[in-house]
């Protein structure tokens, strides 16, 4: 099931970044929204769970919960500004250095072990990153800001989960996605309200794409990555994440013609080549993380 979980999860994920320009909404209003919706989704369904964890947990674990929190809002924030300050490609490679810190923090903080089968899954993935924007990119030192957001995202969201592979055992699913989201959209919303975000006063097609982003990355694709990492350790997660990127380019290619914010959009065959490398290195991965002989991390 977490093999399963995985896989559709990351293709509800890869539809972020198209729906987020469809939607064309201000970055900390955006996740402000797309979280603290999802929590009032959620919420009817996982109040009473949350509250009898809550009484569970002692006063280190409340601390883990609410950094898991916040850092997984500081994710959705950041990761959203970060296009304003670099370019995409700079974003994709960028994101290869994602499962290496999850390896990192796995074996120092989970001590989770670094097998060679996660080094040669993350090699192939991130050579296939590099392939896939070789003609493109190109280093700018006007794109430091930006590129460090996105390895402040990448590090924000891996110790999201690693402080979620620490609840998840003493916490039911219902109980840490409700907290998870209510926490993670106060924190965005406090900082769109600072930042000067606007909130409102959207277009009908912008309320239409902002809805689809709630409902099918968040809602659907991040929720499932919550509930897998009870059970496969955070190196397996974040390497799965690396489709997104590729998955989302796909995506925006196929629909340039119908969509003017995608009319730049290309897919030369060694972008293809590059693609398929890294699927391969995160089928890799998945295929050693689909039985892991991970005891349940203990609080």
């Given at each position: ?99 290496l810190m999850a390896a990192a923090v796995g074996a120092l903080w989970l001590k989770e072990a670094i097998t060679r089968t996660m080094l040669a ?72 309200l600072l930042s000067g975000d606007r909130l409102a006063g959207y277009g009908d097609d912008q309320w239409f794409w902002l809805i689809c982003a ?75 993380g689909r039985k892991p002989k991970v005891a349940e991390v203990a609080a």
């Amino acid at each position: 099931m977490p093999f399963f979980a995985l896989l559709l999860g990351t293709l509800a994920v890869s539809t972020a970044p198209p729906l987020i320009l469809l939607a064309d909404v201000p970055p900390f209003a955006l996740a402000a929204w797309r979280l603290l919706a999802v929590a009032l989704l959620l919420l009817p369904f996982a109040a009473v769970h949350l509250w009898r964890d809550l009484g569970k947990l002692n006063r280190r674990e409340l601390f883990y919960l609410a950094a898991s929190g916040v850092l997984y809002g500081v994710h959705f924030g950041l990761f959203n500004l970060a296009f304003a300050h670099t370019s995409k490609e700079s974003v994709v490679v960028l994101l290869g250095v994602q499962p290496l810190m999850a390896a990192a923090v796995g074996a120092l903080w989970l001590k989770e072990a670094i097998t060679r089968t996660m080094l040669a899954a993350s090699a192939i993935a991130i050579g296939g990153l590099t392939v896939f924007v070789w003609h493109d990119y190109t280093f700018d030192s006007s794109h430091l800001v930006g590129d460090t957001l996105v390895l402040v995202c990448g590090l924000a969201i891996v110790l999201s989960y690693s402080a979620g592979r620490k609840l998840r055992p003493r916490m039911s699913l219902r109980g840490y996605l409700g907290a998870l989201y209510v926490l993670g959209g106060l924190t965005c919303l406090a900082v769109a309200l600072l930042s000067g975000d606007r909130l409102a006063g959207y277009g009908d097609d912008q309320w239409f794409w902002l809805i689809c982003a709630i409902l099918v990355p968040t809602l659907v694709g991040h929720s499932l990555f919550h509930y897998v990492v009870k059970y496969v350790p955070v190196f397996y997660v974040n390497l799965t994440i690396l489709g997104e990127p590729i998955l989302a380019l796909l995506a925006m290619y196929l629909l340039r013609e119908r969509f003017e914010v995608f009319q730049a959009s290309s897919l030369t065959p060694t972008q293809l080549v590059g693609g398929m490398m890294l699927l391969v290195g995160v089928a890799v991965g998945l295929t050693a993380g689909r039985k892991p002989k991970v005891a349940e991390v203990a609080a």
